[in-house]
């Protein structure tokens, strides 16, 4: 990674994290999804443990040998307020061994990038409720993942280094309209882009708007970005439909400049000389 890009992703987490212990000090502690209390699927074969993972977008199960021990009591505090997620739970030594556990872990799945995070805790002391809730608030990312100073941090992290942000006030229904063809361009994206909602309403989200240089006039306006080579570009239209997002986010992968392209067309057509 080039030292200004560096320079650029530190600034970033720098100004995510701060936004982070605000939210934090305000709430009081680690905060709770809201939702009928949940408890985790218990996995006794490697098949279960396996359809849990393929039907969830996002899944999260808690591999302990012994149930008593204070992780799994955290695990089971945690996770009981997660109600839309996959929560599963194994003490069964050959699901254990099928996922190559060595000591109590916490491990989340997610379909998006298809990609596994191991949460390893070889020492009780060193982990705690609100520890094993920010390890899992933090490399959370769905479909589409709404922008937080924790989810930042895991969509940092991702495989896929491209990423495409949608600008709205969820507070205006008219610009909510805009969530249901953003969903369906994620589903044709998946692998390949990795697709944020950016809610202005939220405290420190302004800042990130102004990063990409989109003003609330412009809203709700979609703005893709490549995380390591820092390139970006804003969608011309305020029009979001579905074949027009994928269509902009293909662009952009192949390298194209919509608006570029558009200069090159008009050159392209045939002209008749009078």
């Known amino acids: 990674m080039r030292p200004r890009t560096e320079g650029l992703l530190s600034g970033l987490l720098v100004l995510l994290l701060a936004t982070a212990r605000a939210a934090?000090?305000?709430?009081?502690?680690?905060?709770?999804?809201?939702?009928?209390?949940?408890?985790?699927?218990?996995?006794?074969?490697?098949?279960?443990?396996?359809?849990?993972?393929?039907?969830?977008?996002?899944?999260?199960?808690?591999?302990?040998?012994?149930?008593?021990?204070?992780?799994?009591?955290?695990y089971l505090s945690v996770v009981k307020d997660l109600s839309h997620w996959g929560c599963g739970l194994s003490t069964s030594s050959e699901v254990l061994k099928h996922f190559n556990i060595n000591c109590s872990t916490v491990a989340l799945f997610r379909q998006v990038d298809n990609r596994r995070d191991f949460l390893e805790i070889k020492d009780s002391k060193e982990i705690d409720a609100t520890k094993l809730f920010r390890f899992l608030k933090i490399n959370e990312i769905r479909l589409v993942t709404e922008y937080n100073p924790m989810s930042a941090i895991g969509l940092f992290n991702s495989s896929v280094r491209v990423h495409l942000l949608m600008f709205m006030d969820k507070s205006s229904q008219t610009q909510r309209d805009a969530l249901k063809p953003f969903r369906e361009a994620a589903e044709h994206l998946k692998g390949k882009v990795l697709c944020?909602?950016?809610?202005?309403?939220?405290?420190?989200?302004?800042?990130?708007?102004?990063?990409?240089h989109v003003t609330r006039a412009q809203l709700p306006a979609a703005a893709i970005f490549h995380v390591d080579t820092e390139k970006q570009q804003v969608m011309d239209s305020k029009e979001m439909l579905a074949e027009r997002l994928v269509d902009f986010s293909q662009r952009f992968l192949d390298g194209k400049n919509s608006k570029e392209e558009s200069a090159d067309s008009d050159d392209k057509i045939p002209k008749t000389e009078l």
């Open 24 to 74: 934090e000090s305000d709430g009081g502690g680690a905060p709770r999804e809201a939702g009928a209390e949940k408890k985790p699927v218990a996995l006794e074969e490697v098949k279960a443990a396996q359809a849990l993972i393929d039907s969830s977008e996002i899944a999260v199960i808690g591999f302990f040998k012994d149930l008593n021990a204070t992780e799994a009591k955290d």
């Open 196 to 212: 944020v909602l950016v809610d202005i309403t939220v405290k420190g989200n302004q800042r990130v708007m102004a990063y990409f």
